[in-house]
């Protein structure tokens, strides 16, 4: 069983960033992939921006050129840098990794953007 513990969120004003924290329990197993989804009030789990299991990002439209995901030092640890928030990035954020056939989740960190 894998864990993913997730940190950082919060509240911040439009404009303003944050940094989102990821990481899995195990260290002895290289995650297939791993990444960020969010989820709004009412609304379906969506991706926010993942490393695909070839290594490549790949972000959702509404984030390009204002979120980077990024790989820590230690294994089994990913980033999502915020930029230039809006009040429409506010969700839940969850972090995600795949292990064969096998998708772990994390608990989710509240964000909430104010206008």
């Known amino acids: 069983q894998v864990q993913l513990v997730e940190s950082g969120g919060g509240l911040v004003q439009a404009g303003g960033s944050l940094r989102l924290s990821c990481a899995a329990s195990?260290?002895?197993?290289?995650?297939?992939?791993m990444g960020w989804y969010r989820q709004a009030p009412g609304k379906q789990r969506e991706l926010v921006a993942a490393?695909?299991?070839?290594?490549?990002?790949r972000y959702a439209d509404s984030v390009k050129d204002r979120f980077t995901i990024s790989r820590g030092n230690a294994k089994n640890t990913v980033y999502l840098h915020m930029n230039s928030l809006k009040p429409e990035d506010t969700a839940v954020y969850y972090c995600?990794?795949?292990?064969?056939?096998?998708?772990?989740w994390g608990q989710g960190t509240q964000v909430t953007v104010s206008s």
């Open positions: 995600n990794a795949e292990l064969g056939s096998f998708v772990y």
């Open positions: 195990t260290t002895s197993l290289r995650l297939d992939a």
């Open positions: 490393f695909t299991s070839g290594g490549s990002p």
